[in-house]
């Protein structure tokens, strides 16, 4: 349980969620996260209930949105859609997912978790784990990286290594990193393993993600070969590549991640909406 007095920070404030794309805990801890501060919160959870079904743009559709909120989040599975908006937009727009390209907020909040479990971010060796092609978490959430110390891991089927975009941003900025496809041997030296889910939806040829769908899964005895410090993460939703049974390991701490998530959006929209005055 969150602790559950609510503020009045921005109890005259709107936010409008414009979801074109499935979401459970982006979309809800936004949405908790502006109740919690004392706002408002209007939209949409899916593409079929707003007029973009009728032929639409997304630039009418922002046009209109501002009239009636003061912050919008986005989340479209074309990339680009939340950067597009922005420009039609005289309001904050928040980018909540932008196809298979990016997730900044879900970097944020996985770089505060990691700062919270581990009490530092810089040193830490640190291996990313799954369908680094797709995964919109993990582009994110290297561009970040490339602000500390870390010794990162890619660990990847070759069909779904991470993005040359990231990898030669990654290199202009000095930043060690690794590539691999075997995660158990990397496993006895890492701080921190991010875990993500074969992005299925991405996939252009169903036959393609049957190859790749259960190449990572981690089971408990796995955990034998870790760090005692060692933390789990993954960004959610799993589909089966990290067993249940580790729930339960103060290792796992995916499920506080997402708490973290919701504290990360509070801040994010109190201060994109007060500025820095409002502690
Ligand atoms: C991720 C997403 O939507 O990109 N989930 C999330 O926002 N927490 C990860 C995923 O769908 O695999």
């Known amino acids: 349980m969150v602790n559950n007095k609510y503020s009045k920070l921005l109890d005259n404030k ?35 209930v707003s007029s973009v079904k009728k032929g639409e743009s997304i630039a009418d559709t922002v046009r209109t949105v501002e009239n009636y909120s003061d912050i919008i989040v986005i989340r479209h599975p074309l990339e680009g859609v939340a950067r597009m908006a922005a420009k039609f937009s005289s309001i904050p727009i928040i980018n909540g997912g932008s196809g298979s390209a990016e997730h900044p907020t879900q970097a944020l909040l996985d770089l ?3 700062k919270e479990e581990c009490g530092t971010i810089d040193g ?22 490339s602000n500390y110390n870390i010794n990162l891991y890619f660990i990847s089927p070759a069909s779904l290594k991470m993005r040359f975009r990231i ?17 158990k041997e990397i496993l006895p030296i890492l701080d921190i393993l991010y875990m993500t889910r074969i992005q299925e939806e991405r996939f252009l040829e169903p036959e393609e993600y049957e190859k790749v769908k259960d190449v990572y899964i981690l089971t408990e005895k796995d955990l034998d070969n870790t760090k005692e410090n060692f933390r789990l993460m993954h960004p959610l939703p799993r589909v089966g590549e990290i067993s249940p049974d580790i729930d339960k390991s ?9 708490k973290y998530g919701l504290y990360l959006r509070m801040a994010l929209l109190a201060l994109i909406l007060k500025g820095n005055n409002f502690v």
């Open 14 to 48: 709107i936010m409008a969620t414009l979801f074109f794309e499935p979401s459970t805990r982006t979309r809800l801890s936004f949405e908790s996260a502006m109740l919690r501060l004392g706002g408002k919160v209007i939209g949409f959870q899916t593409r079929d």
């Open 167 to 183: 990898t030669d941003w990654l290199r202009d900025k000095k930043m060690k990193f690794k590539e691999t496809e075997k995660f």
């Open 250 to 258: 103060p290792k796992a701490v995916y499920f506080k991640q997402m």
């Open 112 to 114: 505060f978790t990691i």
């Open 124 to 145: 830490l060796n640190i291996g990313l784990c799954g369908d680094l092609k797709y995964g919109r978490t993990v582009h994110s959430l290297a561009y970040l990286f």
